[in-house]
C-alpha cells in the first residue's frame, strides 16, 4: 500500500510504464503534455478529517480508520463524513484492508439486515457474489442461518471477512469517493 497525504492527480506514461502522482491541475498549473503522461486522473481526498490517498494494486481510494462504534453507528459516522464504510469485494482489497487494520477489528459496509440471509454491499447495494464469498470471506461465513449475526467485519486473526453482532464496538475503515 502506498499513501500519498496531499497528492491528489496521477500521470500514467504508456512509453516508460510509470505511474507518478503529481500536483491538483488548477489555472497555475496547467495540464500535463503528452509526453509527460497519456492519462490523467485527478481526484480530491479531503485530508483534514483524517482521510488520506492510498494505492492497492491499479486502484487509487481515499480512505480513514476511526472507532471504535457498533455497525449503525460506525455507517453513520462515514456517512456524515461524505463516505461509506468500505467494502471488500476483491482478495487486492483484503489485502489493502489487513494493511490499513493492522492488529484492529473492523467493521466492512455488508450486511444481510434488510432480508435474513442476504448480504448486500452498503456501497452500491449490490448482493455479494459466489465469487466474493469464495474469495474474501472465511469459509463458513457469511452465515445465512444466523439471525444474530447480519454485519460483516474483517477480523486480522482470520483469514476472511466474518459476520458478527451488529452491536460489537469496533474499528472501520470510511472509503470517500473521489471526483
Known amino acids: 500500500m502506498t499513501a500519498f497525504e496531499n497528492c491528489t492527480s496521477f500521470l500514467f506514461n504508456s512509453t516508460t510504464g510509470l505511474c507518478t502522482p503529481s500536483a491538483l491541475t488548477n489555472e497555475t ?3 500535463p503534455t503528452s509526453e509527460e503522461g497519456d492519462l490523467f486522473q485527478s481526484f480530491h481526498c479531503n485530508t483534514s478529517t483524517g482521510f488520506s490517498a ?3 494494486g491499479d486502484t487509487v481510494v481515499c480512505v480513514a480508520l476511526f472507532g471504535p462504534a457498533n455497525y449503525a453507528e460506525a ?14 469485494k476483491t482478495s487486492e482489497k483484503y489485502s489493502f484492508l489487513s494493511q490499513v487494520a ?10 444481510d439486515l434488510q432480508q435474513e440471509g442476504t448480504f448486500v454491499w452498503r456501497e452500491d447495494g449490490q448482493e455479494v457474489t459466489l465469487i466474493e464469498r ?7 461465513d457469511p452465515a445465512t442461518d444466523d439471525a444474530l449475526e447480519d454485519c460483516v467485519s474483517f477480523h486480522p486473526s482470520h483469514s476472511g471477512l466474518r459476520d458478527d453482532d451488529c452491536s460489537l464496538s469496533q474499528s472501520y475503515v470510511c472509503e470517500m469517493p473521489y471526483g
Open 29 to 31: 498549473q496547467p495540464l
Open 54 to 56: 492510498a494505492i492497492y
Open 75 to 88: 455507517g453513520a459516522d462515514c456517512q456524515d463524513k461524505g463516505a461509506y464504510l468500505a467494502s471488500v
Open 102 to 111: 493492522g492488529n484492529h477489528n473492523l467493521w466492512v459496509g455488508c450486511d
Open 134 to 140: 469464495t474469495n474474501v470471506f472465511d469459509a463458513s
